[in-house]
Structure formats: C-alpha cells, structure tokens
C-alpha cells in the first residue's frame, strides 16, 4: 500500500448559517491522482484551501506527513500573478525551461518584458504550470488546471500527471482530462465527501448505478409500508367497531349478564395490541433499515432560440490577415461560416482565437484583407473573461429586466441552474467564477439571437452543466461558433472547424474526431504503403522457400535462390 502523505480527520467549514464541509475525513496517498468533483459552491475550492493550510477548518485536523510536505499549487484564477512571480529561480531553470519547450513557449530565456505583457490566458497558464513543474513538487493542488489550456498542454498535463511520483489534488469540469488523468474521484454533495475509485466516466457509471439501486430499494420499501399502512387501517376500522359494539343498544346489566360487552372490550383490545405491534415493527424496520428517498440532481435548463431564417453564408473572410507590430497571428485567410453551422474554433494558445472573436464583432481592426458579416445578424457573445461584469451591481440588476413576467423566467432559469434566490441580491463581486458564468448565459438565453459566438463558455460551469449546456445546444437552429478546450464539448457539438495553424485560417469540413484521424494518418503517410510492401516481400519470400527446398545444395540454381532469399530478408528487415 501507498504511504500516506496527506490526513484531514472530521474536517468541518460553516460560512455564515451555512454549513459547507461537514465530517470530511480523507487520506491522500503516494502515487495517487485524485478528481476532486460537484456543483459550483460546494466547497470543493474551500476543502482544497484548507489542506493546504490557507485557510482553517471550525473544526478537525489536517495532518501531513512528512510535516515539510513540498507543494505545488495552482489557484484557480486568470492571472496567476502570485505564481508567475520569480519564474527564473536559480537551480529551476532547466526544468522550467524543458517544461516550457513542451508546452510550446520556446526559447522563454529570451523573452522580453513586453512578451509577458501580451500573454494569452492559456500561455500564461502554461507558464504557471511550467513553475509549479519546475519546483520538484511532491504533492500537487491543481483547481481548474485546464480551463485557458489549448490540446497540446492537455496533452502535456496529462502525460505530465501520469509520470508524476508524488500526489495531485484535481479540481476540474473537464471530462476528457479526468478521463485521462485520475484514479479516483472525491465527491461533495450535501456538504459530506463521497469516494469512488477509477476516473470520471467510471465515477459517473458507478454513482448511477448506485442511484438506480437506490430507487428499487426505496420503492420496494415504500410498496412494504403502503402494505402495512392499509393492515393497521383496516385494524383500526376493526377496533373502532369493536368499541362501538361493547356498548350498543344495551344497558349495563343486560351487557353483564349476556357478556358481551366484555367480550367486545376484549376484542377492540386485542385489535389495538395487534395495531401497536404492527406500527412498532415498522418503526424498528425503518430504524434499522430506512432507505432514503434518491435525491434527483438539479436539473440545469437552457432555452437558446435562434430568431430569423435560415439562409447562406453569413460570414466570409478574403485574405484576412492580423498583425500586431511584426508579429502574425494569420495571413492571407481565406474561409465562410454557414447560416446554421456548429464551427469549432481551434488553436493553440496565443494562435489568436480570442483576436480573431475580437475582430467578428467589430472591436478589433483588421490588418489587410476582409471580413464580411450579414447586417441582418443578431450575435451573442459570451467572453472567457467574467471580470468584466459591474462588481457593484447585483445579478438581477445587471441583467435589468423590466416586468413581472421576463424578471419571473429569469429567477425561474437561475433556479434551474442551481443559483439560489439569495445569490441574485448580492453583489456580483461575491459570486464564484462560475455564478458569472451562469449570470452572463441567462442574459444570452433572455434573448433571441441568430449567431452564438461562446470563448470557453465551459470554463467554471460545473460538470452536470456543462452536459445539460451540450444538450441545448446540439438542438440550438442558430449559428454556433465555440472556442473550447472541452475536447468533449466540440466533438459532441462541432462538424465543422476554423482552425489556426501555420498562421491561417482554415476551414475544415469535419469534425474534431475525424480531424485528428486524418492528421495522424498524415504523420505517418507511407505507413499502409509500408504494410503492403512488406506484405508482397512475405509472399515472396515464402515462394522462395518453397523452390529452395527442392533444389540441391550447392548447385548454380541454389546459389542464386539463395543470394535472392537473402536480398528479400534484408528488404524486408529495412521496412
């Protein structure tokens, strides 16, 4: 078994009335990757902190072993200034460089101040990581370690993690990450901690499974109460009858004399020693064995109409190029977008996906070339960036609605969305990163657009939103185009792709899936032909053998089959 380096015993956190954790007992292991998971607000954040010693539980204890337990942690945030501070810290500076070089930041000892100025989210991520690698951590806290990271740092994260020695604490709403990269998941739900062993699709397999066997035994004991309901009903009817009978239409002597009212007494008695007996039983039997009604998740509802007809081509870019002094983003770009299409927009972190959202809607100029857009479009465009929004103002005060009916669909689509009424009255500046998130999406769904352009529209949405969010979409009759680094989220959504790569961009008629199957068919373009070389050789070779045999050794004949033989093998051993 794995040492134990990391023990939170009876971990409890109350913020407010509120109980977040209650009774959360845990041990990290050595060697372990474990997906911490649940709704936004349910303290997965706040558990992190708190076994990491930054903020204290009300109540329990944290112990780690050894007590100078190395740390990485990357914090879940858009800037990560705290872990950029001091990159190049004498004896970090090979490992940080390596690491760097992976992820696609190359020469990053060369780089000037100006360069960090102008850094993406996802490079400086990449950079964050890069630091935290680069400090021989035996122990990593990783919230949202994806969220601004292109393929190529999944990618590298995920080999990273799985060749990691020391432990790694995962907060994450990325399937396809966790997928790949954890052994167990920690659940909270209910303020308690859930264990399941394996990664996310097994979590998720295994905790419906348990949820359906919840149902059958819960129904099945509720069909045994209805059942011993309806026998201590018809007792009491009996009983009552009884009573009723044990005094009427008779006087007291007569009663005495025939008996009967004794008799009745009796009767009613023994009814309700029998109804007594019953209810007991049923009370100790749920005592012992109560099964809980299954708690159904909250149910996340979008509503996203498309106004408008369907028609053509609404966007379409001749020789598009963007140039920030000398440097490129894309050149001579020539691609359309249909009326109806669900485009992926992909690249790699600073390939200028953002940029190029920025110059659709008009807020970023264009260096050479065009960029037409139908006039007639009505676009929604929800930003990576949830900073932007007024931290003063409350939700429902951002969104200013104005009458009974669309201010009641709003609260109504929050409450949907697992926003309690609460949260809508306090200010923005209180609300987590994925309740701006949601904030932002009820004033994109409040409204009728034809084009839905979303820059990481999952980045702090939690799992089972992220889901219901895919299913609205996938029935959406507008226009979508989404960048995101959700490999799930464009396969299940996106048959078309706009891709930068070598400094354009290019329009791809398929979806992801299909895509990165080409590509690697392509990486390896004479692999089949290689196959059927080598195929022909065998027949060959094998034919060879065959006349060999029945030749005599030594003869002119036999040299010859066997200098051939010997010409096929070494063919044959190069391929």
Sequence with gaps: MRNIILQAKNINKNFGERNILKEITL???NGERIGLVGWNGTGKTTLMRILMGLIMPDEGSVKRL???LNIGYLPQSTDYEGVLDG???????????KATSRLGLEK???????RYRHLSGGERLKLALAAIWAKNPSLIFLDEPTNHLDLKGVNWLVDELNNFHGAAVIISHDRYFLDRSVTKVYEIEDSQLKEYEGNYTEYRNEKQRLYEQQVRDYDKQQRKIRMVEEQISTLKQWSEKAHRDAGKNRGDSENRQMGLKEYERVKAKKKDNQI?????????ELSKNKVEKPKEEPQVLFDFEASGKRGKRILEAKGLTKEFGDRVLFKQSHFYVKHGEKVGLLGSNGAGKTTFINMMMGSEPISNGSLWKSDTLKIAYLSQDVSDMPSEKTAMEYLSFSGWERVTKARTIFANMGMKEEKLLKPISTLSLGERTRVK???????????LILDEPTNHLDLPSRERLEETLESYQGTLIAVSHDRYFIEKLCDKLLLIEDQQIKRVEMGLKDYDKKQKEKIEPDKKEKQEIKAILD??????????SMVVPGTEAYAEMDEKLLELMKRKKEI
């Design 87 to 97: 990159l190049m810290l004498e004896g970090n500076e090979e490992l940080l460089l």
């Design 108 to 114: 990053l000892q060369n780089w000037e101040k100006e």
């Design 539 to 548: 027949t060959k070779i094998t034919e060879l053998l065959g006349k060999i």
């Design 441 to 451: 999406l009820v004033k994109m769904i409040m409204q009728d657009y034809d084009v």
């Design 27 to 29: 041990d990290i292991r």
């Design 66 to 68: 050894p007590m100078e």
């Design 276 to 284: 007594k007996s019953k209810t007991k039983r049923l009370e100790l």
